[in-house]
């Protein structure tokens, strides 16, 4: 299976659920942004990789706008080299509009997470000739104000029918890209890494999710990461 493949299908499953109050929106990247985020897997998911980092699911001024997991739209188009034209959610919510690369709010986990990497490794080939950025859900959740609301927040049916095709996904990415550590961003992500991944011969950890809600995060993010790292065992 191929990673158009596991777009298609991930992408088609999820057209087919629904989501109640307090959800009121819901933003599918995968459809109105798809070309950013073929461009990002033509460019980036060539294989294998040795690590592969698994945030929750896109943030309003990040992959909802630009189709890139983590897509701070500055960091996107000026060191990941990705700007295509985005399209619009079926229904877009006043307070969270998609404007695309023409958005002017960052989102601090993706600049956190980007410029660490850019930091790190210089130029985008170097991070990518070692490392994956993949989300475990593509999907976007708004409740009426305008609040995110996590998947791991959403009501207990909705998360037996959507987690079972996310983890599908997931599992069908990492045998592709062969992955020896595969490193949650935050305690959910990991906890679903172990249970899409269970069985596999690799490594599966955590990493503190570059959030600015999370205090730790706000203390040296880039510093805390790498030493994560190095303690799962990924040496910089």
Sequence with gaps: MHFSEITDQLAETLDNLSFDSPVTHVYNPLRYARRAYDDYIERYAHCPKEVVLVGMNPGPWGMAQTGVPFGEVT????????????????????????????????????????????????RPEKFFDRFFVANYCPLLFLESGGRNRTPDRLRADEKKALFPACDRALLHSVKLLQPRFVLGIGNFARDRVAAALAGLDLVIGRITHPSPANPKANRGWEKLVTGELAAAGVQL
Excluded at 78 to 88: F, N, R, S, V
């Design 75 to 122: 960091a996107v188009r000026q060191w990941l080299g990705i700007e295509t034209p985005i399209g619009k959610p079926d229904v877009e919510h006043p307070k969270k509009p998609v404007t695309g690369f023409a958005c002017t709010k960052s989102e601090v986990s993706g600049r956190r997470l980007w410029g660490w990497a850019r930091g790190q490794f210089g």
